[in-house]
């Protein structure tokens, strides 16, 4: 199993949850595949790609029969699936290992021209996920049933799930409001995104690394960390996933919808230093 590769064009999404049948982002899914295809990319589903947990296996049949023809082509183009394993897929740390043009990895550390990339779904840093790993696995257990009664009962389920995380986050920082923990923090935060994360990114960012890419909280964005790496989150494909996109150590942040729907923001006949959309990050 290698956890190091060198790639010049890369997509990075997390979060898919194929086979969940409360969301259902097959076709958008498909429209990424395609495009990453035709514009010459290997990518990386960034953890919970299918969604183990709370699956319908129907759903997860449909899901994977449509797609799989389109994960075939990669094999065309020479082009790689990278897939980290997340916790909604753990059952995949069984399956480490290459596997024709996918390979299975718990984190990857990419080389993408002068820049050092680290990829990793973002669960192992979860305060709650790690310290209270059997109440974790109870309200992902309520929330598949609450997926069976009806969306708005699973929104309120998961509505409640997030209190409960709020006020045990209150209680360990020993009764600091989130605005107090808020202004703890250092520099820019990820709208809605809790401390732990934001913490993890910069102990990752402090080892050396330019670029850090987490999923696993469905919150979009990106800020600057402390070292000076760029942080990203790529959000979930419940509501409008985002991408970040590598060429050649350029990096571009957007919607996959943006992505899609305007093109390459580096077409493959670009030299390095062609700055053609307005969200490209340089990372100092």
């Not at 495009?35 to 790609?49: L, M």
Request: aromatic fraction near 10%; glycine fraction near 10%.
């Amino acid at each position: 199993m290698n956890t190091t590769v060198t790639e010049d064009r890369l997509l990075v999404v997390s979060d898919i949850h194929l086979g969940n049948r409360l969301h259902r982002p097959r076709r958008s899914f498909m429209d990424f595949l395609h495009f990453a295809i035709e514009n010459n990319y290997s990518i990386c589903i960034n953890g919970d790609g299918v969604d183990i947990q709370q699956m319908a296996l129907s759903q997860l049949t449909g899901d994977l029969a449509a797609c799989t023809p389109l994960f075939l082509k990669f094999g065309a183009t020479d082009r790689k699936i990278y897939h980290t394993v997340g916790n909604h897929d753990i059952v995949l740390e069984h399956f480490l290992s290459d596997i024709g043009r996918l390979t299975v990895v718990p984190f990857l550390n990419v080389h993408c021209g002068d820049k050092r990339i680290r990829i990793e779904h973002g669960h192992m840093y979860d305060g709650m996920f790690l310290k209270f790993p059997r109440t974790y696995s109870v309200f992902t257990f309520i929330g598949l049933l609450a997926i069976s009664v009806s969306p708005a009962f699973y929104d309120r389920v998961h509505d409640l799930n997030l209190a409960i995380i709020g006020f045990a986050e209150f209680l360990l920082s020993g009764f600091k409001t989130k605005a107090q923990r808020n202004k703890d923090r250092p520099g820019e935060v990820i709208e809605g995104e809790r401390d732990c994360f934001r913490q993890g990114a910069e102990e990752v960012g402090a080892r050396g690394f330019d670029t850090v890419i987490f999923g696993h909280t469905h919150l979009a964005g990106t800020v600057r960390l402390s070292s000076g790496a760029r942080y990203y989150n790529t959000g979930g494909w419940f509501s409008k996933p985002h991408c970040v996109a590598i060429s050649n150590g350029q990096e571009w942040f957007g919607s996959v919808e943006e992505l899609t729907q305007n093109g390459d923001p580096f077409p493959a006949a670009a030299p390095k230093d062609d700055h053609t959309h307005s969200e490209v990050q340089q990372s100092a």
